[in-house]
């Protein structure tokens, strides 16, 4: 740079730069770097425990195991029904029973002979003829049989079976029958006892009569 004059003007001085101060000791930090760095590590576990939660990086305390044991009470009621029949045990000989065991069963079975005017009640033991005039529930008579005393006579037809049932249930009654061979007919006691008849021999001419009587206990 030159004057007017066109002589050169002198180069101002530089200012001085004062020199630089001594650096930071190796080693250390400022206050403010680590505040920061304080700053940032909370801030990542902020974020870590929002994250997974706090019982995740917490261990719990360990606990006592306490195991309950629960006892239920239970009431059962069995009903039992016995049979009202039980059968038989294996080797029993087992039989059916009639339903009417006492009616079924012959009471007494024989043959008689009653003379002219004489006659026999069912119950009769033994079954022997005495005259007729004592009063009896069945004699021989002018001829043909006769009842008395209130008992019943009824005379069977050919085709009808000389059973209990059948003279248990016939009611054709009637006072009298004339016997002639096969003649058959039930005699019904008032003490409930039921008997069949059966014709053997004799008649008017030989002035008796012989019979055959199955006798059964009823109940008619």
Known sequence: MSSSSGAPLPTPPRPSVPPPGPGPAPGRRRPGELAAWISAITGLLGLALGFVGLPALVTPPTGVQVTTTATATVTATATVTAPADPSPAAGDSASPTPANTQSSAVFRAATVEIATDY??????????????????????????????????????????????????????????????????????????????????????????????????????
């Open 119 to 220: 006659g026999i009640d069912l119950d009769d033991d033994p079954l022997r003829p005495v005259s007729r005039d004592e009063g009896k529930e069945l004699y021989w008579y002018d001829g043909n049989l006769q009842v008395g005393k209130g008992a019943q006579l009824v005379l069977l037809e050919r085709k009808e079976s000389g059973t209990f049932e059948t003279c248990s249930t016939v009611t054709r009654f009637q006072d009298r029958v004339y016997m002639e061979n096969g003649a058959r007919f039930c005699v019904l006691s008032p003490t409930g006892l039921i008997a069949l008849a059966e014709y053997v021999r004799g008649g008017s001419e030989e002035e008796y009569i012989t019979l055959k009587l199955t006798i059964w206990r009823g109940s008619y």
